[in-house]
């Protein structure tokens, strides 16, 4: 079965510093990853996504994430972070071949940034 | 961008009384929506996948006779909590699936939540 396992769930970093929010998974194959924003009471916002080709994948807001197959891992990095960052960062992971589009979450990482 | 709405964004109501929330998209049609519930400071956990026209199908451990879903067009879903309970309490989201892009998972939006407290 899939799982994801996001051993932080808090980091704190000063503004200007560089990130990194470990994801580590568990699946049979390589399957589709992602990783998403959450801030104070609003839905999901995907920042990145790893479906195949090029295992370092830039996303939005200047964040970027890397799939190491060998240590089934997809960790986000940023390398300096912005005040804005702060929020609730999930990884998530679905199955490929999957025609329902599931997807797996970890607990996710909670950011602070301060000044 | 595609855009999921939700409503009510948040809703208050007494115990033993029903709740329904919507969950739109917007500027696409869904073939598949999903219903999430998250705790405080915990990941979302999938209730139920629902299809356009049939029935929903539900994950292990979720009371289907409690959490009603109907997907009845493709851009609508509702989710009704049945004799909703303090511990129903709890944020809601769901996504949903372009059908456009024939059911690619890059393409599921998810919509900002729905915040249900029972009393």
């Known amino acids: 079965a899939q799982s994801v396992t996001q051993p932080d769930i808090h980091i704190t970093v000063s503004e200007g510093a560089s990130l990194e929010l470990r994801c580590n998974y568990s699946?049979?194959?390589?399957?589709?990853l992602f990783w998403y924003v959450q801030s104070p009471g609003q839905g999901l916002q995907l920042l990145l996504k790893y479906f195949s080709g090029d295992t370092l994948v830039q996303g939005i807001k200047g964040f970027e994430a890397e799939f190491k197959r060998s240590q089934s891992s997809f960790n986000l990095r940023k390398p300096s972070v912005h005040w804005s960052d702060a929020a609730e960062y999930f990884c998530?992971?679905?199955?490929?071949?999957?025609?329902?589009?599931?997807?797996?979450f970890g607990r996710g990482t909670q950011l602070t940034v301060w000044p | 961008g595609a855009v999921v709405s939700q409503h009510p964004s948040w809703v208050i109501c007494k115990s033993g009384t029903s709740v329904k929330i919507e969950c739109r998209s917007l500027?696409?049609?869904?073939?598949?929506m999903f219903w999430y519930r998250q705790f405080p400071k915990q990941s979302l956990m999938l209730m139920a996948t629902s299809n356009e026209g049939s029935k929903a199908t539900y994950e292990q451990g979720v009371e289907k006779d409690k959490f009603l879903i109907n997907h009845a067009s493709l851009t609508l879903s509702t989710l009704t909590v049945t004799s909703a309970h303090p511990e129903d309490s709890s944020f809601y989201i769901c996504?949903?699936?372009?059908?456009?892009?024939?059911?690619?998972?890059?393409?599921?939006?998810f919509g900002p939540g729905t915040r249900l407290l029972v009393l």
């Open positions: 996504s949903a699936r372009d059908k456009l892009a024939g059911g690619r998972m890059e393409t599921q939006y």
């Open positions: 998530a992971v679905g199955a490929r071949g999957s025609t329902l589009g599931r997807l797996y």
């Open positions: 500027d696409f049609q869904a073939t598949t």
């Open positions: 699946y049979g194959a390589t399957p589709y």
